[in-house]
């Protein structure tokens, strides 16, 4: 257990500069207390206590501004940045050395039973306010952008932005917007539509306006 507690404090020295003494980081990062409340919380789950440890988690989000449920599992060196508004869902599965930023939301997208929350992989990073919801996983080394929307599988060592979530970079190497499909981007596709149809009717337009004005003659009709 004090392993796992010197690790937890080593995390937050590794992630942010403004960490000053182990004992302000124990006392002053929210963060921290977020996840040492829903380790105990968690064991209380696994044994089937199940009001204990909502009521130790509700405890932890009155306290810190961070919702855990107890039956998320989470691993070591977890890092939450200043943390308020980060929600965690139920069967959400966290890897190691994972950042999460303030806002983060690990949720799902309706009311079905099972698995409904995302796996995030080891050493992932998920910026403030960015959303990721659904039972899929997030690969290991993998980056969210700030107020991204991520509602598909994002392979290991990716770079994911925008809403909905595309990727931008994979293995360190930029991705081609021809191969976006991946993570299809609706609105995207809606608007490259709508240009290429105002090209084309600004091109029958422009090939009206050069054909020359035909004069119709009038031909009076004889009287019966």
């Known amino acids: ?19 000053r003494s182990a004992i302000e980081v124990m006392l002053t990062y929210s963060g921290l207390h977020a996840i040492w409340l829903h380790r105990i919380a968690h064991w209380f789950y696994t044994c089937r206590c199940f ?11 009155f306290m810190t501004g961070i919702e855990i449920h107890p039956g998320a599992v989470i691993g070591s060196r977890l890092f939450i940045d200043h943390g308020m508004g980060v929600v965690i869902g139920e069967t959400c599965e966290i890897g190691d050395d994972v950042v999460l930023f303030q806002g983060v939301t690990l949720g799902g997208t309706g009311k079905e039973k099972g698995k409904r929350h995302p796996t995030i992989g080891s050493n992932v990073v998920v910026g403030s306010g960015a959303k990721v ?15 991204a929307v991520v509602l598909q599988e994002v392979p290991a060592n ?16 930029r991705v081609n917007k021809l191969n976006h499909g991946d993570l299809p981007d ?6 490259r539509s709508l240009q290429e149809q105002i090209d084309e009717l600004k091109a029958v337009l422009s090939l009206e306006r050069r054909k020359p004005c035909e004069v119709l003659e009038y031909t009076e009709e004889p009287k019966r």
């Open 51 to 61: 009001f204990l440890a909502r009521a130790i988690s509700q405890f932890g989000r």
């Open 133 to 147: 919801l659904g039972s899929f996983k997030v690969g290991d080394n993998s980056r969210i952008g700030a107020n």
């Open 1 to 19: 257990m004090f392993q796992r507690i010197r690790a937890d404090i080593s995390a937050v020295f590794d992630n942010d500069p403004a960490a």
């Open 186 to 191: 609706p609105s995207s596709e809606m608007f």
């Open 158 to 173: 990716c770079t994911v932005v925008g809403n909905p979530g595309r990727i931008v970079r994979r293995d360190g190497m």
